[in-house]
C-alpha cells in the first residue's frame, strides 16, 4: 500500500482506535496502559524512536500488527480486529511518526 495522505489518515484512524491506549497518541509507548503493562514486565515499544525492536521492513511491522508479539503477547494480534487494509495503513501510518527512517 502505498504513503499518501489517504492512507495516512486511514492509518492514523485505525491506529488512534486500536493502537493509542498502549503506545499513547504520539507512539511514544505512554498510552493509558503502558503502565499497566510495564508492570507486568513489558512496556509497549516507542514507535517514535529510532530503534525497531521487533522488524523494521513494513512486512515485519504488518506481521507484529497482525500476529502480535510472542511468546507471551504482551502485544497481542489484532488478526480479525484489524482487516489486512487497515493493518496496511496502521503500518504506513508508525512509519511516519518521530524519526524519520
Known amino acids: 500500500m502505498p ?3 489517504e ?3 486511514a ?4 491506529y488512534t482506535k486500536a493502537c493509542a491506549v498502549c503506545h499513547g497518541a504520539t507512539g511514544t509507548g505512554d498510552g493509558k496502559l503502558a503502565a499497566a503493562t ?5 512496556k509497549p515499544s516507542n514507535l517514535a524512536d529510532d530503534v525497531w525492536d521487533h522488524g523494521s521492513t513494513d512486512g515485519e511491522i504488518f506481521v507484529v500488527i497482525r500476529d502480535g508479539i510472542g ?4 502485544m497481542p494480534g489484532f488478526k480479525g480486529r484489524l482487516s489486512d ?6 503500518v504506513i501510518y508508525v512509519k ?3 524519526v524519520k527512517r
Open 11 to 14: 492509518g492514523a484512524q485505525s
Open 71 to 74: 511468546p507471551d503477547f504482551n
Open 38 to 42: 510495564a508492570a507486568y514486565g513489558a
Open 3 to 5: 504513503s499518501t495522505p
Open 85 to 90: 487494509a487497515e493493518i496496511w495503513s496502521v
Open 7 to 9: 492512507s495516512l489518515a
Open 96 to 98: 511516519s511518526l518521530g
